[in-house]
């Protein structure tokens, strides 16, 4: 076929596919070069169907997809006309490309942009791998076929995750070793800071067993990018108490990693503390769908507010001083502070005060975090996250959890990386996994 509906000239062919190859072309009409993709169905009605979604495709215009000018069918074979853009298919640059971490993660946030906006139009999910992929000479990368339905593991989050292996191992032939798969991504994330590559590796490797959900993969992109959006949270930033952070941006949003420091020991008193649980009961409330537990909320909230506002009073009436007494660790990022004894003895050797009763602080140490021995791998499973959590810190670790749907109760640790009863050494760093319920 030399030309079709006497209008569009088939020229050069690019790229041979497995059921129809890309061509660049001449519309004879407009005078303009075009590119084409030919194919065919020899079921009637899988010929009438592929029509329809092509027709369905072209309706749709989006930066993250090659332009559709027109489509049809012609004594048998189905035809879709693009609009000519600089570049060549992705698949025959990937030598040529030296792409890095940063500017990879760039790509594959942009296009999942892409496949939630086929979502949205009700298309079917293409393959987002670099078969299926157009980049310009500006680097920008485009989607080819969007009317025909990606292979499993080539669409979705699996497809940019293959995409990451793809353009960072420079080949297009996807790998079944996820030590492997996470081997050349470490590698060539190399100009990411050290925790930027850890979390990115993860995140990669989670996506690529097909064990993250879009919403999820494009939040954890905006950290790690530092693009503004839902999640605009610095890495570090549970260095700063927990109040001065409710002041600078407002209520808090929920991190799916959380890492502890024992390095920082913020110096803050009573009523420092007393403010902070009261934010952090805000921030409760405010998530709560019911309003019972939130009338209820909302009463607490009047009760610490009466405490605090009678405390001065009191404390003058008793010629007592406020107790110091650290500001508990945040729910974004678990701060481990070190007591000293000295602070325990100031602690003990306080008045008995007659007001009303001091709520318990929010870091009061729990059983088992007063079993676990410095040195050796606490076991977490069963445990709370915030028992697990004092157990790491208590047996000299650094710790970072992930939520994930379990069948385990919500709220309790189902897996942890470093064995059971195992040496470590102070600082190191161990991982659990905490049940969000079915």
């Known amino acids: 076929m030399d030309n079709i509906r006497n209008r569009y000239m088939l020229d050069q062919p690019l790229k041979r596919m497995a059921n129809g190859q890309w061509l660049r072309g001449m519309d004879l009409t407009f005078k303009r070069e075009v590119l084409l993709y030919t194919f065919h169905e020899i079921d009637d009605s899988l010929h009438q169907e592929t029509l329809r979604w092509m027709r369905k495709a072209s309706q749709m215009s989006d930066e993250h997809f090659m332009h559709i ?13 693009l ?21 990879a993660l760039t790509y594959v946030y942009e296009l999942a942009k892409g ?25 920008r990368l485009r989607i080819m076929n969007y009317w025909t339905e990606g292979k499993n593991g080539r669409r979705g989050v699996p497809g940019l995750a293959l995409l ?21 991504l470490n590698r060539s994330f190399a ?31 905006e950290v790690l990018l530092g693009i503004s959006g839902e999640r605009k949270i610095p890495l570090l930033t549970a260095a700063v108490p927990a109040y001065d952070r409710m002041l600078s941006r407002g209520l808090k949003r929920k991190s799916a990693v959380h890492e ?46 009466l405490s605090l506002s009678l405390r001065p009073h009191l404390d003058q009436v008793n010629g007592s001083r406020p107790q110091t007494i650290p500001t508990p660790a945040s729910t974004e990022v678990s701060v481990n502070r070190n007591e000293t004894s000295e602070t325990s003895a100031s602690a003990s050797a306080m008045p008995t ?4 009763p001091m709520p318990k602080p929010l870091d009061a140490t729990v059983d088992g975090a007063e079993q676990a021995k410095a040195g050796v791998v606490p076991d977490l499973l069963t445990h709370t996250r915030e028992d697990a959590a004092k157990m ?6 650094r710790y970072q959890f992930f939520l994930e749907s379990n069948a385990a109760a919500k709220g309790v640790v189902f897996k942890q990386d470093l064995t059971p009863g195992t040496a470590v050494k102070n600082g190191d760093r161990i991982t659990f996994w905490v049940s969000k319920g079915n």
């Not at 990115?200 to 959900?213: K, N, W």
């Open 69 to 81: 000018l027109d489509a049809g069918s012609e004594d048998g074979t189905l035809f879709v006309v």
């Open 164 to 184: 990451l292996y793809q353009l960072c191992a420079k080949t297009d032939i996807p790998t079944s070793s996820i030590s492997a798969y996470s081997f050349d």
């Open 260 to 305: 502890s420091h024992d390095f920082v020991k913020p110096k803050t008193g009573a009523a420092g503390r007393k403010m902070s649980e009261l934010s952090e009961l805000f921030r409760r409330s405010y998530q709560l769908r019911n309003w019972h537990l939130y009338s209820a909320a909302a009463f607490g909230v009047l009760v610490l507010l």
């Open 191 to 221: 100009d990411l800071s050290d925790v930027t590559r850890e979390r990115a590796v993860a995140l990669a490797c989670r996506a690529y067993e097909g064990i993250c959900t879009l919403a999820d993969f494009q939040q954890e992109l």
């Open 83 to 103: 609009q000519a853009l600089t570049g060549s298919p992705l698949s025959d640059r990937l030598n040529d490309l030296d792409i890095t971490g940063h500017k």
């Open 392 to 397: 790491a810190i208590a047996s000299g670790l």
């Open 353 to 356: 005060q007659t007001a009303a």
């Open 115 to 139: 496949i939630r906006e086929t979502r949205r139009n009700r298309l079917l999910e293409c393959s987002v791998d670099a078969e299926n992929l157009w980049i310009e000479d500006n680097g």
